[in-house]
């Protein structure tokens, strides 16, 4: 009894010390015990993993080959490391034969992909601009209408990894998250997303799964960092600094645009052949029939707007993906420049988080085919999946369910059941 006296004494005498000791042994104590529910994740995504690799393939197949395009400079250099603890060991005990290439610099992605041979599947593992740049390269290609049916994987190494959230399920562990990722790669389920096709005049064309963007939100957005000093209260001082230096922040364009577009049936499911007589019946009458007359299509009426906008976005609807969806078109949201400083604010805090959210008041225009027209000077950049280009007048076109994406299945399920 007198030692543990003793001992409350000495804490009570050295409280600063006993404070600050009790705080490290807290904090360390909760860091070895994350790292070790971490572990726990990666060994049961590895079992899971294994029983795929121990499925007997038939003599005359050959192992898949999957191709790994790897960002190391994502999420601040840390993917190579991130991807080397727990996604490589799930896609090696899945039987797949993996290819990693690693990209040195910015836009060597698109470079890679003119080069690569055939694959059974193709994976990215990084944040939106390598998913951008291997899009782009793949569809580049001289084959692409061959190449672009060979299904992708995304694993989100990332500090942006917008599309994460329509392919897997949302977690707040990193760990669980890139290991959930992968093995909805082994699992084998795919939906189909659609494609911005962007041209300039001159450029090649750039392509897009998520959305462009013009407009100040953007451009102060691309500022942010610049006041790190501020802490969690850097966004609005962004904000705030923008209005100070110019007001109205108005964006003047000129849109000409084509409307959706009907969406043809899906012939992915091979329909049950007829009966041999009725096959017969058919030629017999095909044969004999006079010969139809093409009835010429007149082209869709295109519609011009003149915008005034504090920003204007393009975006795909992978974000709120309906796989059930009749017509095929992508979103334009116009967003008035008649807003006050006090919205301009609090709008662009929540567009932070948000980029893809598009305000009640704004103009919303639903479009398969557009003509961007700018003005010559000032057009500033855009955001093309969250990478900067300059600003120019471009052509946007739709490629509806142009790729196909590995999806976690039971947030399949979850869109299948929406889109009823």
Same mark, same amino acid.
């Given at each position: 009894?007198?030692?543990?006296?003793?001992?409350?004494?000495?804490?009570?005498?050295?409280?600063?010390?006993?404070?600050?000791?009790?705080?490290?042994?807290?904090?360390?104590?909760?860091?070895?015990?994350?790292?070790?529910?971490?572990? *726990? *994740?990666?060994?049961?995504?590895?079992?899971?993993?294994?029983?795929?690799?121990?499925?007997?393939?038939?003599?005359?197949?050959?192992?898949?080959?999957?191709?790994?395009?790897?960002?190391?400079?994502?999420?601040?250099?840390?993917?190579?490391?991130?991807?080397?603890?727990?996604?490589?060991?799930? *896609?090696?005990?899945?039987?797949?034969?993996?290819?990693?290439?690693?990209?040195?610099? #910015?836009?060597?992605?698109?470079?890679?992909?003119?080069?690569?041979?055939?694959?059974?599947?193709?994976?990215?593992?990084?944040?939106?601009?390598?998913?951008?740049?291997?899009?782009?390269?793949?569809?580049?290609?001289?084959?692409?209408?061959?190449?672009?049916?060979?299904?992708?994987?995304?694993?989100?190494?990332?500090?942006?990894?917008?599309?994460?959230?329509?392919?897997?399920?949302?977690?707040?562990?990193?760990?669980?998250?890139?290991?959930?990722?992968?093995?909805?790669?082994?699992?084998?389920?795919?939906?189909?997303?659609?494609?911005?096709?962007?041209?300039? #005049?001159?450029?090649?064309?750039?392509?897009?799964?998520?959305?462009?963007?013009?407009?100040?939100?953007?451009?102060?957005?691309?500022?942010?960092?610049?006041?790190?000093?501020?802490?969690?209260?850097?966004?609005?001082?962004?904000?705030?600094?923008?209005?100070?230096?110019?007001?109205?922040?108005?964006?003047?364009?000129?849109?000409?645009?084509?409307?959706?577009?009907?969406?043809?049936?899906?012939?992915? #499911?091979?329909?049950?052949?007829?009966?041999? *007589?009725?096959?017969?019946?058919?030629?017999?009458?095909?044969?004999?029939?006079?010969?139809?007359?093409?009835?010429?299509?007149?082209?869709?009426?295109?519609?011009?707007?003149?915008?005034?906008?504090?920003?204007?976005?393009?975006?795909?609807?992978?974000?709120?993906?309906?796989?059930?969806?009749?017509?095929?078109?992508?979103?334009?949201?116009?967003?008035?420049?008649?807003?006050?400083?006090?919205?301009?604010?609090?709008?662009?805090?929540?567009?932070?988080?948000?980029?893809?959210?598009?305000?009640?008041?704004?103009?919303?225009?639903?479009?398969?085919?557009?003509?961007?027209?700018?003005?010559?000077?000032?057009?500033?950049?855009?955001?093309?999946?969250?990478?900067?280009?300059?600003?120019?007048?471009? #052509?946007?076109?739709?490629?509806?369910?142009?790729?196909?994406?590995?999806?976690?299945?039971?947030?399949?399920?979850?869109?299948?059941?929406?889109?009823?």
């Amino acid at each position: 009894m007198a030692r543990v006296l003793k001992v409350l004494q000495t804490l009570r005498n050295h409280w600063k010390k006993s404070l600050f000791g009790a705080s490290v042994v807290s904090y360390g104590g909760h860091w070895l015990y994350g790292k070790h529910c971490d572990n *726990l *994740l990666r060994r049961a995504a590895c079992h899971e993993a294994r029983e795929f690799g121990r499925q007997v393939i038939p003599a005359h197949m050959l192992v898949k080959k999957a191709t790994v395009i790897l960002n190391p400079a994502a999420c601040n250099r840390k993917a190579a490391n991130l991807f080397e603890k727990n996604a490589a060991p799930i *896609l090696h005990l899945g039987g797949y034969e993996v290819t990693l290439v690693k990209t040195d610099y #910015e836009g060597q992605a698109k470079k890679l992909l003119d080069l690569m041979e055939p694959t059974d599947l193709l994976i990215v593992a990084g944040g939106d601009g390598t998913l951008q740049e291997v899009v782009t390269g793949l569809l580049r290609r001289p084959d692409q209408a061959s190449i672009s049916k060979t299904p992708i994987g995304f694993i989100p190494l990332g500090s942006q990894n917008s599309l994460s959230q329509t392919l897997h399920s949302p977690s707040d562990n990193r760990v669980k998250h890139i290991t959930d990722a992968t093995l909805s790669i082994l699992k084998g389920d795919t939906v189909p997303l659609d494609v911005l096709q962007i041209k300039g #005049e001159k450029d090649q064309p750039v392509f897009a799964l998520t959305a462009l963007r013009w407009g100040a939100y953007r451009d102060v957005a691309a500022n942010v960092s610049k006041y790190w000093y501020l802490g969690p209260l850097k966004s609005k001082a962004a904000h705030l600094f923008s209005t100070l230096k110019e007001w109205p922040q108005s964006h003047k364009a000129s849109l000409t645009y084509q409307g959706p577009t009907p969406r043809p049936p899906d012939l992915t #499911e091979n329909p049950p052949r007829p009966p041999l *007589l009725t096959r017969i019946i058919n030629r017999l009458s095909l044969y004999w029939a006079p010969p139809e007359q093409e009835v010429p299509q007149e082209p869709e009426p295109l519609e011009e707007v003149e915008v005034s906008a504090v920003e204007l976005s393009i975006a795909t609807q992978n974000s709120n993906l309906n796989l059930k969806r009749t017509e095929d078109a992508l979103t334009v949201c116009v967003e008035p420049d008649t807003l006050s400083k006090g919205d301009f604010i609090s709008t662009g805090s929540i567009k932070m988080k948000d980029p893809s959210m598009c305000p009640e008041s704004a103009l919303q225009l639903m479009a398969s085919r557009l003509h961007l027209s700018l003005p010559q000077e000032g057009a500033g950049f855009y955001n093309i999946d969250n990478e900067a280009y300059e600003a120019m007048p471009v #052509e946007v076109m739709l490629l509806p369910r142009k790729l196909h994406f590995f999806c976690n299945p039971a947030r399949k399920q979850e869109l299948l059941s929406e889109a009823q």
